[in-house]
């Protein structure tokens, strides 16, 4: 079975502190992303990456960076937490054409 | 620039059917789809549908194309409250746009 996998589903921090939240797909896909989903707002794009060391910016970039090192690893990087950073934060990977978008179940990120 | 618009929430009797609806901007969409969130996971792929397709139907699933218009549209038949969710639409060309998602209610 297919899978785009998040390494923590709850996830809670202090305020200042570096945060790094991973994300792992199994299906050679070329396209992941990293979006965060608040209430009211819907899915906003944080990071995007189309390639090995390749990255993005979506629509709300700033206090986030991203890595990926590999093409299967694609790592979302706070690098000062702070409370407006609270939100579910969601994993997706695709193929290069825009096919077959799936996504992680989600790391629930609380900032205190 | 590109937008994908949606109700924000849909409340249907248990065995009615449902109809989520959705427009789109981007004429250039290759792909459009409709994603199913539960309350605290991810985003479920429900189904797809090719842009040069009008119609496609997955049991209780029928997504309806209207391209001129550029209107989707999502059919549950016979509703049921595992059906209870957020139903995102979504368009696609290289990148993903979603809309806001519409919270589907079942009474009973």
């Known amino acids: 079975d297919v899978k785009v996998t998040q390494s923590s589903r709850y996830l809670v921090k202090r305020t200042g502190e570096k945060v790094f939240l991973e994300c792992v797909q199994d299906?050679?896909?070329?396209?992941m992303f990293w979006y965060r989903q608040d209430p009211g707002l819907g899915l906003r794009l944080i990071y995007f990456?189309?390639?090995?060391?390749?990255?993005e910016k979506g629509d709300i970039p700033e206090g986030y960076s991203v890595s990926r090192e590999k093409k299967e690893r694609f790592s979302l990087i706070l690098e000062s937490a702070s409370t407006n950073q609270t939100s579910m934060y969601l994993c997706?990977?695709?193929?290069?054409?825009?096919?077959?978008?799936?996504f992680g179940s989600g790391t629930r990120l609380t900032v205190v | 620039g590109e937008d994908v618009e949606q109700s924000l929430f849909l409340s249907v009797r248990e065995g009615d059917s449902s109809v989520i609806n959705c427009t789109y901007t981007?004429?250039?969409?290759?792909?459009l789809y409709w994603y199913k969130q539960e309350p605290g996971a991810g985003l479920q792929l429900l189904t797809y549908?090719?842009?040069?397709?009008d119609m496609k139907q997955d049991q209780r699933l029928t997504v309806l194309l209207n391209k001129k218009d550029k209107h989707l549209s999502l059919r549950i038949a016979d509703t049921q409250t595992g059906d209870s969710a957020i139903y995102f639409c979504?368009?696609?060309?290289?990148?993903?746009?979603f809309g806001k998602g519409t919270r589907l209610h079942i009474l009973p």
């Open positions: 979504a368009e696609s060309d290289d990148k993903i746009i």
């Open positions: 299906m050679d896909h070329e396209n």
């Open positions: 990456s189309y390639d090995v060391k390749m990255k």
């Open positions: 981007d004429s250039s969409s290759t792909y």
């Open positions: 549908i090719f842009s040069n397709m």
């Open positions: 997706a990977s695709s193929f290069r054409g825009g096919y077959g978008y799936t």
